[in-house]
């Protein structure tokens, strides 16, 4: 930890000598949520009830008008009776494992207080530096590149894909990388990304951006994880007055190229907003990477390494959502999704009350039916409340 402390501040001095500003600006910022989680299998059985407490904050340093350097920590206080269940079900505390994985080149997350019922976790999930010269824009460091298009399931958000049903996540997860961006025009773009995993697997590619017939087009080529090739395309615009997206990717492995079939993933959606600000959301997602036949658990869900390649357990799955404003202060949506396999429903309804301009209060439940039984994980219920205040 010391050690890369001490590598961002050297980082930092070294190009606050190079901008020569007078006048450098810092920022500081975050919020503290608490939230309480209750899941059960069925309602009338026993109700198991988690907390977690979280803190983020956010550090924005400005030695210069095309310098930019950010770093940004979650902690993390988990307890409760999932907490002592996992820690019973092995040695060590499974809980506490999943929570602190590393997807990064750099392990940047640490567990402390580890104890049967409760631990804390610290992780930097932003830590880089952003250049802006004219029509060029260079980061380097842990950060999130978005090239996905569609809401719930990106298949071109190769680098780091993230799961709709981690809410409480805004930020979405990053990647160690370094990415090029070039301005051709005001719709035109080439960007160049490279990052590396925890286990040293490269990706690599590049994408151009680019406008016609009043529609944003991308094309994506380049190499996933060291193991496959990867081209993929997207686009979003206008129809019938909403918004019309969908993107896809085709994967095929490097060292069997002419012996294996490839994989594809691709997602296509549509958002319409009603003249009473009423939004409603439709999306669909093919995924050959899935087995036909495979079940699944609701830990899956959860915990379940994704990828643009991994999308979701099943080949086929349909989304849809509605969301209202009931006043300025209180909204509410409903989300649902269903796969054919296994019969898959989920029911996702919240409602969020804004108590002032930095404090949110909000109520989301994540309800789960399927064909597999109870006993096998596949029907559950999670429901959450929680409390953020921003500063």
């Known amino acids: ?96 494992d999943m929570i602190d994985k590393n997807s990064g080149f750099i392990d940047l997350s640490w567990n402390y207080l580890e104890n049967k019922s409760f631990f804390f976790n610290t992780s930097i999930d932003r830590a880089f530096i952003d250049i802006q010269k004219g029509k060029w824009n260079i980061t380097a460091g842990r950060h999130r590149i978005n090239w996905g298009q569609t809401f719930v399931w990106n298949a071109n958000d190769i680098f780091n894909a993230y799961s709709y049903f981690d809410f409480d996540y805004e930020e979405k997860p990053g ?3 370094m990415r090029i961006q070039y301005n051709l025009d005001y719709a035109s773009r080439i960007d160049l990304a490279a990052s590396v995993n925890n286990d040293t697997s490269i990706t690599a590619a590049g994408l151009f951006v680019f406008n016609k017939f009043n529609y944003d087009f991308q094309l994506m080529g380049g190499i ?26 085709y994967f095929h492995n490097i060292t069997n190229f002419a012996d294996t079939s490839g994989t594809i993933s691709a997602s296509i959606g549509y958002d319409y907003v ?36 991994n999308l979701w357990f099943s080949r086929f799955a349909m989304f849809a959502a509605i ?25 996702g309804p919240s409602v969020s009350l804004s108590m002032s301009d930095n404090f949110l209060i909000d109520f989301n439940v994540q309800t789960f039916q399927s064909d597999i039984s109870i006993s096998d994980g596949g029907k559950g219920t999670y429901a959450f409340l929680r409390g953020r205040w921003s500063f």
Not at 323 to 340: A, K, N, R, W
């Open 274 to 309: 009603l003249k009473n600000a009423m939004m409603l959301q439709v999306e669909a997602l093919f995924n050959t990477s899935a087995p036909k036949n495979s079940e699944f658990s609701l830990t899956d869900l959860y915990a379940m390494q994704l990828s643009a390649k």
């Open 224 to 249: 996933f994880r060291s193991e496959d090739y990867v081209a993929g395309l997207g686009f979003t615009g206008n129809l019938f007055n909403g918004s019309f997206r969908g993107e896809a990717s």
């Open 175 to 177: 990647s160690d990388a």
């Open 1 to 96: 930890m010391k050690k890369i402390l001490l590598i961002l501040a050297f980082i930092v001095s070294m190009f606050s000598v190079f901008a020569q500003e007078s006048s450098p600006k810092f920022e500081a910022g975050g919020y503290l949520k608490y939230m309480q989680t209750t899941s059960f299998s069925d309602i009338s059985d026993y109700w198991i009830t988690d907390n977690l407490i979280h803190n983020r904050l956010d550090f924005s340093y400005y030695p210069a008008q095309w310098l930019d350097v950010k770093l940004s920590i979650r902690n993390r206080f988990f307890f409760g009776q999932q907490v002592s269940m996992m820690s019973l079900a092995g040695s060590g505390n499974l809980y506490s």
């Open 323 to 347: 969301s209202y404003p009931v006043s300025p202060i209180i909204s509410v949506s409903l989300g649902g999704m269903y796969s054919p396999q296994n019969n898959f429903i989920f029911a």
